[in-house]
């Protein structure tokens, strides 16, 4: 069957089996490999990306949910030159050991601060606790929520301005 | 309710393979005409960040802003052995293989910048990525330049370099011998947790650690491993148990294998010491390993505190701590 | 056959610079928060990490495993898996003879279980299904048929030690032996006031990394020579490991490391990598193979549970005069680094204190429990549980706070392990105590 959905702002039509999970179309399909797959039972959240506004595991969403979607990966939040001030914030913290959860982690950190722009420690906490990092021990990671919660409400009042 | 306890573990960790057996790891550096300087070396960056380690540590001998580096690691037909990414035995051993090759290849920029200059080591110097003679400073040759005419000569401004320390093989009989282990880091830690008596919870509340470590050539990366190594052990201490009975693992999976997550954290505060004074480079030691292991006891001693029940077994569960209490509590009636 | 595949990309991926804004005008980097080189690639998805790399034509492997921890095969039937569509070749031991066993420091590893031969853990490969899709070689795999003759499974070290328990490998149960002994231990216990004995037990732990097992691999029929990419901690230990297994000199081995996503001991070890050899050289075509996390946690290493007894005497003053421990490991089915780990942490068994007598014993021993092997502290881990409870111990006993006490017994330069090696620079063992308690603000033990 075939699908089209909207991913990182581009109409992409994608041939699929109704077995294909999200994850294997963003991965296999499109070529986005920055989508992880750790667990393939919504566990872990290395998969974690950002569909229609919600966060979900691509590994448990079959392929022809996502039809008529607008999704989110690590592909379209920012690039090596041009690094969304997320990104830029695990940069900057040293939040990024073995860099496999960072994917997920980074698009739950944007819905987090799309919602609540300047989060408590506890919630940024909560807000994570989806996501399983195994080399940081999460201090460093909450560091860079706060400070990229800094660098964008700078950013945003400018733009405001 | 919740009870307040307070525990403390010390450690100590001989690092590197040690034993006697072979543990070396071998480096080599070179400067390249368009402008980047290539470490290789065959060190795996499994996350700890050996690579950033190894470019610290060749940018601070050859007095060049790290950005000019890159690292080609991981490729047997590229990169020489430089031994396993374990054993807590990177920084200390590939990052003094590194700093070897990079002091042999200043020894180079040296020796053909005196060629250039027709002059000798004394009266040069080198700063920024360039050679010049101290009479003259603005009259310099650029690494990339000398590399450049060095290559024209037929040669390479490059150097390799191997590291390869000394131990013994125990005794059979007594396990004694001069040198087991190339060094030991030394670790203190301090838990402060809860437990809650009616969900037998343990909540980590804060972690001080002492770490002597010779010297930290990343603090935060360091910061990243004490993080990292302590939280694993937390989970070793209170929550992962792979169940293997008859020979069958009845939890493999991370809906049943449980690790802790960014709800189970503590707060960090850490101090350093570093007395440069262990043979790895700039006196560093390694950190990776050691940073796991007082964990565990250091809560199992900080339950002893808050309840009085002393465990013997791995992990700590809140079932066993409720059942502990309740015999506790029928034991006192 | 004979097709050119494009291999390029893969092998410049891990040449990454280094930025350091904000520092551009220092002359010192050691000691400086240089940011990390490879983060920029991890936070942007740009990172390749070994399941994100795919060929064209590129072949799936799954592999079938045992089906009873501890059994003699008798058949395998792989005819109807060789039936489903888009299966390209199924591999059983009858078509490797000439293929040896691999490990990490003893080779006492099957690649693949032949009939009249053992699987000694559920983790033991039996054939290899190469596919055109993963779904197809998931579907070949399950239609695999196998027939077993059980044996008694052992999944206690102490039953393994027993001497009518079956042996599971040739040589016996008890894989390696060490011994410690330093001073007089009977002495030292006799001049002791106090003395502490205990019990300690640790559990199976799963390393868990993110990223698990996972590699791709083409052969070059030209050169002779195959390619891996793989994660591992060790590529030059691996290359040869792999070599030797399939009998090839170890240039025609070639490791290359793609982005690894975690590690912590469990990618000492081999995992996809010879299967993928051996796939890749027969199919002529590029092949990938990644385990599921189920597949990571019973197949691969584990950390040891070890079981620790701990005597140790103190003075009424507070000095240790003896320490007397055994530690028993269970290595599981294949001995991985359990040559190594076991007696690490015996030798570690007194923590960074001053003991004249210490008397030690450590075995592994082989059961049918998922094979133990590296993970992060290495057996010194599981020491520590147990020297760093009975110092709590103790000094609870003599009424001292326990950072005093272990101030007073603290290793200093000149101090000599359990090893004997002579402690001669580095030790500010001292110093992590006094600022541990700074940092807290300790104040002696009870804190109630």
Same mark, same amino acid.
């Given at each position: 069957m075939k699908i089209s959905l909207t991913v990182n702002g581009q109409l992409r039509e994608v041939e699929i089996t109704p077995y294909t999970r999200l994850l294997d179309l963003l991965r296999e399909d499109l070529g986005l490999t920055g989508t992880k797959e750790g667990c393939g039972k919504g566990e872990c959240g290395a998969c974690t990306v950002i569909m229609d506004g919600e966060l979900v595991a691509s590994c448990l969403v079959p392929a022809p949910q996502a039809d008529g979607s607008e999704v989110l990966t690590i592909e379209g939040l920012g690039s090596r030159d041009n690094l969304h001030p997320i990104q830029e914030s695990f940069v900057e913290t040293g939040a990024v050991q073995c860099g496999f959860c960072i994917p997920g982690m980074i698009l739950a950190s944007k819905k987090l601060l799309d919602e609540n722009p300047h989060p408590a420690e506890e919630e940024i906490r909560l807000g994570l606790s989806g996501n399983i990092c195994r080399c940081t021990g999460y201090a460093k990671i909450i560091d860079a929520v706060m400070m990229a919660a800094e660098k964008m409400d700078g950013r945003e009042s400018d733009q405001d301005g | 309710m919740k009870k307040y306890g307070k525990g403390m573990a010390s450690i100590m960790f001989g690092f590197g393979y040690g034993e006697g057996f072979p543990d070396h790891s071998i480096a080599s550096i070179e400067i390249m005409e368009d402008e980047r300087i290539q470490i290789k070396t065959a060190a795996a960056d499994v996350g700890q960040g050996v690579i950033t380690t190894v470019i610290q540590i060749a940018a601070e001998i050859l007095r060049i802003n790290p950005e000019n580096f890159e690292v080609i690691q991981g490729d047997t037909h590229k990169t020489k052995n430089s031994g396993s990414s374990s054993a807590t035995r990177q920084t200390y051993f590939t990052g003094s293989a590194v700093k070897k090759a990079a002091e042999e290849l200043l020894a180079n920029i040296y020796h053909y910048g005196s060629i250039e200059f027709r002059s000798n080591h004394p009266e040069l110097g080198v700063e920024n990525g360039r050679i010049f003679l101290y009479d003259d400073p603005d009259d310099y040759i650029t690494y990339w330049e000398l590399a450049r005419r060095v290559k024209e000569s037929g040669n390479r401004l490059e150097a390799e370099a191997s590291f390869f320390p000394v131990t013994y093989e125990p005794d059979e009989k007594t396990g004694q011998a001069d040198k087991v282990y190339v060094a030991y880091t030394f670790l203190t830690q301090v838990f402060e947790i809860e437990v809650d008596t009616d969900t037998g919870i343990i909540e980590v509340l804060n972690v001080y650690s002492g770490l002597d470590l010779g010297k930290a050539i990343n603090p935060k990366n360091v910061e990243g491993q004490i993080e990292g190594g302590t939280v694993q052990g937390m989970g070793m201490a209170v929550m992962e148990d792979q169940i293997i009975k008859e020979g069958k693992t009845l939890n493999a999976g991370m809906t049943d294998y449980l690790v802790p997550t960014s709800v189970d954290i503590p707060k960090f505060e850490h101090s350093f010491i570093e007395d440069e004074d262990s043979e790895g480079p700039f006196g560093a030691k390694g950190v990776g390993e050691p940073t796991l292991i007082a964990a565990s006891p250091a809560i199992a001693n900080a339950v002893y505190d808050a309840i009085g029940v002393r465990f013997y077994e791995l992990p700590i569960t809140p079932s066993k701590i409720k059942k502990a209490l309740k015999e506790k509590n029928e034991e006192n009636k | 056959?004979? !097709?050119? /595949?494009?291999?390029?990309?893969? /092998?410049?991926?891990?040449?990454?610079?280094? #930025?350091?804004?904000?520092?551009?005008?220092?002359?010192?980097?050691?000691?400086?928060?240089? =940011?990390?080189?490879?983060?920029?690639? !991890?936070?942007?998805?740009?990172?390749?990490?070994?399941?994100?790399?795919?060929?064209?034509?590129?072949?799936?492997?799954?592999? !079938? *495993? %045992?089906?009873?921890?501890? %059994?003699?095969?008798?058949?395998?039937?792989?005819?109807?898996?060789?039936?489903? #569509?888009?299966?390209?070749?199924?591999?059983?031991?009858?078509?490797?003879?000439?293929?040896?066993? /691999?490990?990490?420091?003893?080779?006492?590893?099957?690649?693949?279980?032949?009939?009249?031969?053992?699987? *000694?853990?559920?983790?033991?490969?039996?054939?290899?299904?190469?596919?055109?899709?993963?779904?197809?070689?998931?579907?070949?795999?399950?239609?695999?048929?196998?027939? $077993?003759?059980? =044996?008694?499974?052992?999944?206690?070290?102490?039953?393994?030690?027993?001497?009518?328990?079956?042996?599971?490998?040739?040589?016996?149960?008890? =894989?390696?032996?060490?011994?410690?002994?330093?001073?007089?231990?009977?002495?030292?216990?006799?001049?002791?006031?106090?003395?502490?004995?205990?019990?300690?037990?640790?559990?199976?732990?799963?390393?868990?990394?993110?990223?698990?097992?996972?590699?791709?691999?083409?052969?070059?029929? *030209?050169?002779?020579?195959?390619?891996?990419?793989?994660?591992?901690?060790?590529?030059?230990?691996?290359?040869?490991? $792999? +070599?030797?297994?399939?009998?090839?000199?170890?240039?025609?081995?070639?490791?290359?490391?793609?982005?690894?996503?975690?590690?912590?001991?469990?990618?000492?070890?081999?995992?996809?990598?010879?299967?993928?050899?051996?796939?890749?050289?027969?199919?002529?075509?590029?092949?990938?193979?990644? /385990?599921?996390?189920?597949?990571?946690?019973?197949?691969?290493?584990?950390?040891?549970?070890?079981?620790?007894?701990?005597?140790?005497?103190?003075?009424?003053?507070?000095?240790?005069? +003896?320490?007397?421990?055994?530690?028993?490991?269970?290595?599981?089915?294949?001995?991985?680094?359990?040559? +190594?780990?076991?007696?690490?942490?015996?030798?570690?068994?007194?923590?960074?204190?001053?003991?004249?007598?210490?008397?030690?014993?450590?075995?592994?021993?082989?059961?049918?429990?998922?094979?133990?092997?590296?993970?992060?502290?290495?057996?010194?881990?599981?020491?520590?549980?147990?020297?760093?409870?009975?110092?709590?111990?103790? +000094?609870?006993?003599?009424?001292?706070?326990?950072?005093?006490?272990?101030?007073?017994?603290?290793?200093?330069?000149?101090?000599?392990?359990?090893?004997?090696?002579?402690?001669?620079?580095?030790?500010?063992?001292?110093?992590?105590?006094?600022?541990?308690?700074?940092?807290?603000?300790?104040k002696g033990g009870n804190s109630k």
């Open positions: - | - | 056959m004979g !097709k050119k /595949y494009n291999v390029k990309d893969y /092998y410049c991926k891990h040449t990454t610079r280094c #930025s350091t804004e904000g520092r551009k005008k220092s002359k010192r980097f050691v000691g400086h928060n240089v =940011l990390k080189a490879d983060a920029w690639d !991890k936070v942007t998805g740009d990172a390749v990490y070994p399941d994100d790399i795919s060929f064209d034509d590129m072949l799936h492997i799954k592999v !079938k *495993r %045992a089906v009873h921890p501890h %059994a003699v095969l008798k058949n395998i039937d792989i005819s109807k898996a060789l039936k489903v #569509s888009g299966v390209v070749d199924i591999i059983t031991a009858e078509d490797i003879p000439e293929v040896r066993q /691999y490990g990490l420091i003893v080779r006492d590893q099957p690649v693949l279980v032949g009939v009249g031969e053992k699987m *000694r853990y559920l983790g033991d490969a039996l054939a290899v299904v190469v596919a055109e899709s993963k779904e197809a070689a998931k579907k070949a795999r399950d239609l695999i048929k196998v027939k $077993v003759e059980e =044996l008694e499974v052992i999944t206690d070290p102490f039953r393994a030690m027993e001497d009518d328990a079956p042996s599971i490998h040739p040589d016996g149960n008890i =894989l390696i032996t060490h011994h410690l002994d330093k001073g007089d231990v009977e002495k030292g216990f006799a001049n002791s006031d106090i003395i502490v004995e205990n019990k300690y037990q640790t559990q199976f732990i799963d390393q868990l990394p993110m990223q698990n097992e996972s590699g791709a691999a083409f052969y070059d029929e *030209r050169k002779g020579v195959v390619n891996i990419w793989a994660s591992t901690q060790w590529l030059h230990d691996i290359q040869a490991d $792999v +070599a030797q297994s399939l009998r090839l000199a170890k240039n025609q081995v070639r490791i290359i490391q793609p982005t690894i996503g975690g590690a912590f001991g469990k990618k000492e070890d081999v995992s996809v990598h010879i299967h993928l050899a051996i796939a890749a050289i027969r199919t002529g075509r590029p092949v990938k193979f990644t /385990y599921t996390r189920e597949e990571s946690m019973i197949t691969q290493s584990k950390r040891h549970p070890i079981t620790i007894y701990a005597k140790t005497g103190v003075s009424k003053d507070g000095y240790l005069q +003896a320490w007397e421990t055994k530690f028993i490991g269970d290595t599981g089915a294949y001995a991985s680094s359990g040559p +190594a780990v076991v007696h690490k942490g015996m030798y570690h068994c007194t923590g960074p204190y001053n003991c004249e007598n210490v008397r030690g014993v450590s075995h592994a021993v082989y059961t049918n429990n998922t094979f133990c092997g590296a993970m992060r502290g290495f057996g010194t881990t599981q020491a520590a549980f147990a020297y760093e409870s009975q110092i709590d111990i103790i +000094a609870h006993k003599l009424g001292m706070d326990p950072a005093e006490f272990r101030k007073q017994n603290i290793y200093e330069i000149g101090s000599t392990t359990p090893n004997g090696q002579q402690l001669n620079h580095s030790v500010n063992a001292r110093e992590t105590i006094e600022s541990a308690v700074e940092l807290s603000g300790w």
